[in-house]
């Protein structure tokens, strides 16, 4: 790949993604009004997107994280996740909001839903930057969208490409 289209096509900027999670801050501290909350951010994808959210919730918030992959060659996907680094907390009974990158055939995090309810939590939701409904097979929906997407490959604000550009301040995405 050339480094000069290496920056992609601009999606959504920071100043519109900050704007989102504003909104969406609003109505999860709303929805959570008076409970206590965990924010369970998945690596290593969402932690841009983590940073801007929990920046707009006002109810007793913690936060962890978790690392999933998925296995099987890439285009063909086994549905097989593996969790690579597990969360510390007790999830006993506490509310837990998965904060994700991206939602796209769903396979990750319909195995983090279930992995995550077999430790008796209270409840698990999940809040996404983006969904990508039209690639999707796993049956997995997110409670909270920040933006919803056309299949194309996403890159920046913690989205890679081989592991490069999560560090770009935008949503872009790669043309081929
Ligand atoms: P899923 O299991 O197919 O829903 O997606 C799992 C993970 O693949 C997401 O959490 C992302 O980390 C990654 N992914 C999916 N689509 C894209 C994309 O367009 N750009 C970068 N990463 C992606
Ligand atoms: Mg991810």
Known sequence: ???NIAVGKVLYTREEIENR???L???ISEDYAGEELILLGTLKGAVMWMADLMKE???DTKIDFISASSYGSGTTSSGVVKVTKDVD???YRKNILIVEDIVDTGTTLKFLKEYLEDRNPKSVKIC???DKPS???AEVYADYIGFTVDDLFIIGYGLDYDQKYRNLPY???LEN
């Open 21 to 23: 999670a504003r909104e």
């Open 57 to 59: 919730i006002t109810v």
């Open 171 to 173: 949503v872009g995405y």
């Open 135 to 137: 690639r999707r097979k």
């Open 25 to 27: 801050g609003k109505q």
């Open 89 to 91: 907390m007790d999830l």
């Open 128 to 130: 996404t930057l983006l």
């Open 1 to 3: 790949m050339k480094e």
